[in-house]
């Protein structure tokens, strides 16, 4: 549904050209963008950082611990999730909370997680639920 709306804006403002150009034509300027983000996450900690950030704000240490890592391991790659906006960040007193900047990195990484259940069965688990749900 809410891949439909995004069609629906873009096909709109195909209409009125001259005000805007949509991000999901192939010649967006978006698309080499996109390409970064996706080397941004392109690293396992980053995906298990934003996967636990999904759940609200957390400390470096909670969020080391989370991912098994040192604090300062942790901190090297929030930074560069914060530089590419992907999550922000607020301090309290010697501590650094983070969060996600919005919901889009959550939901890209939840995509690409139930798309590659896709690589090791072919019947996955969130398509087993959704069978389920109909029944």
């Known amino acids: 549904m809410l891949y439909e709306n995004i069609y629906a804006i873009c096909n709109n403002l195909r209409m009125n050209a001259d005000e805007k150009i949509c991000g999901l034509d192939p010649d967006s300027q978006f698309v080499e963008l996109a390409v970064e983000v996706f080397a941004m996450l392109a690293d396992a900690t980053r995906v298990r950082l934003i996967l636990a950030l999904r759940n609200g704000e957390m400390s470096v240490n909670h969020l080391a611990d989370i ?69």
């Open 67 to 135: 991912v098994d890592k040192p604090p300062a391991s942790v901190s090297q790659h929030l930074a560069k999730l914060r530089l590419a906006r992907v999550v922000s960040s607020r301090q309290e007193g010697t501590r650094v909370f983070y969060r996600l900047h919005n919901e889009h990195a959550g939901r890209l990484v939840t995509d690409a997680i139930l798309q590659a259940e896709h690589s090791v069965d072919g019947n996955p688990r969130h398509h087993q639920q959704d069978e389920q749900d109909t029944q």
